[in-house]
Structure formats: C-alpha cells, structure tokens
C-alpha cells in the first residue's frame, strides 16, 4: 500500500526558479530515494538518503531528511525546462527486509521556458 | 550499467485475451524483480515481488491467478495478464534488484496495456 504522500501535487514555475517539492511517510525507514519520470516512460533514479544522513546534494538537486516528522524534501535549484517531468519520492521500510519501495503521489513540475 | 528493458513497450489487446511482458536485466544479474502498476496521473503501486526460482509475493488485493509472475532466470521475468479486461488498462513497470545493491532498484521504461 501506499504510504507516501507528497506536495504539492503539481507545481509551476519558470526557468531559473527553485523548485521545492516534499514529502511525508508513515512507517520507520531505512531510506528514502527521489525518483523522476518523464510522462509515459520509467524512472530514473535521482538521489538516496539513508535514515541516518540529514541532507544530501547531487548537483543541482538538495534532499533533506528529518525522520523525527517523517518527512523529505527535494530542492531543485536553477530549474530547467528540461527538468520537467513527475518527481516521486520512495521509501525502503525497515520492516520487510528491506525489500520493498513504497512511492509517494508524486509531484508534477512544469518549468516554463 | 544496470539497464533493465522491457518488451513489448505498448500492446492493445481485445477482452478476454492474455498478455505477456518480459522484464529483462540486460548487464547484472537480477535476483529479486518487481512488478508496479500506474494508471494515469498517479504513483506506482506495488503488485508483486518475485525472486529467481521461487513464487511470487504478491501485494494485498492483487489477484495471483490473474497476474501471473514467473522469474524463470536471473535475467528474466515475465507478467502475464490473464484474460485482461478494460479495467487492467495500466501502465505496468518493472524493476530489477542485484544480489549486491539492495538499496537500489533498477527500472525499466514500462509497457502500456490497453485492453478494448
């Protein structure tokens, strides 16, 4: 089931601008992983952070994690164009030997020209 | 590295048929496969875990005897859609897990199904 949630649901911006999208889940975790999908095709992984790291960065992207409130966060920075597309975050529950991924809704970014 | 393909990419297919979709692990080898279902402007959900050599977990209020999982090798495993309905319309993912990275999943680029 799912357990994620994220927000906004969708999100407009224009290029140049920071795009800030967040995420909530239920359960303890081992770690939680930022996903993006361009419509109709997979996902492509983007970041992981584990449950004892606070913020991590890859390029343009800034994840934190604060797992006191069960929730994550995904900075965009000097968006693109190119970078729309659905962001999901997952997480890997401790339970279940750490064998599943359990995605969030999802955010829609739109990034205008 | 970790490129994971599925075939067919899309398949329109009339009621009552099956379907198969093959999930491969082109360059590792894929212990543990996943199937996910997405219908349009939503998340993925989970359908079910398969292991090589073993049955599939499937998750709650997936039908077993409909989605049929077989991972019949380290490199492959196969979905069928039995007797598919307009409602089992999705997108359907997989991905793919090696024995080393267990942290990390590898997708493959989805096939839509459409059943008239």
């Known amino acids: 089931s799912q357990q994620g949630e994220e927000d906004p649901q969708a999100l407009s911006i224009q290029e140049g601008e920071n795009a800030t999208m967040n995420c909530s889940y239920k359960t303890s975790i081992n770690n939680l992983q930022w996903y993006r999908q361009n419509s109709g095709r997979g996902l492509v992984h983007l970041i992981l952070?584990?449950?004892?790291?606070r913020e991590k960065h890859s390029g343009r992207l800034r994840v934190t994690l604060d797992t006191s409130k069960k929730s994550s966060s995904l900075l965009i920075t000097a968006s693109r164009a190119a970078d729309t597309a659905s962001y999901f975050c997952a997480t890997v529950p401790l339970s279940g030997g750490y064998n599943k991924l359990i995605f969030g809704a999802g955010t829609r970014l739109a990034v205008h020209p | 590295g970790a490129v994971v393909s599925q075939h067919p990419s899309w398949v329109i297919c009339k009621s009552g048929t099956s379907v198969k979709i093959e999930c491969r692990s082109l360059?590792?080898?894929?212990?543990?496969m996943f199937w996910y279902r997405q219908f349009p402007k939503q998340s993925l959900m989970l359908m079910a875990t398969s292991n090589e050599g073993s049955k599939a977990t499937y998750e709650q209020g997936v039908e077993k005897d409909k989605f049929l999982i077989n991972h019949a090798s380290l490199t492959l495993s196969t979905l069928t859609v039995t007797s598919a309905h307009p409602e089992d319309s999705s997108f359907y993912i997989c991905s793919a897990r090696s024995q080393r990275g267990i942290n990390e999943q590898f997708f493959g680029p989805g096939t839509r199904l459409t059943v008239l």
């Open positions: 952070i584990r449950s004892n790291e």
């Open positions: 360059d590792f080898q894929a212990t543990t």
